[in-house]
């Protein structure tokens, strides 16, 4: 499984992306057929900061969660919780669902 932290608009420094590599690994917790975790980090001209969590999962199309925020940290912490709560619900229909 690959975490890949990518900044559009802006430079990703060290500790932006061990915060965002720290957030991306729990979500491997929530299902176990994740290929590739995307973090996008992008910055707008207005001071706010976008994040883009894309979650790659085997057998599957992908799990996309979109967040804005005015603080770098936030929009991450809001992007991640957005996927998590993704992978809980796809992994809820596929233990209900009878296959």
Do not use: C, P, W
């Amino acid at each position: 499984m690959r975490v890949e932290v990518i900044g559009k608009h802006m430079d990703v420094t060290d500790a932006i992306r061990t915060y965002a590599l720290s957030k991306a690994d729990k979500l491997t917790k929530f299902l176990d057929m994740t290929q590739l975790i995307q973090v996008v980090l992008e910055a707008h001209k207005k001071g706010e900061f976008a994040a883009e969590v894309v979650v790659d999962v085997e057998h599957h199309d992908d799990f996309v969660a979109h967040a804005k925020a005015a603080d770098l940290y936030a929009a991450i912490d809001l992007a991640v919780d957005k996927a998590a709560r993704q992978l809980t619900d796809f992994k809820e229909r596929l233990k209900t669902n009878k296959r």
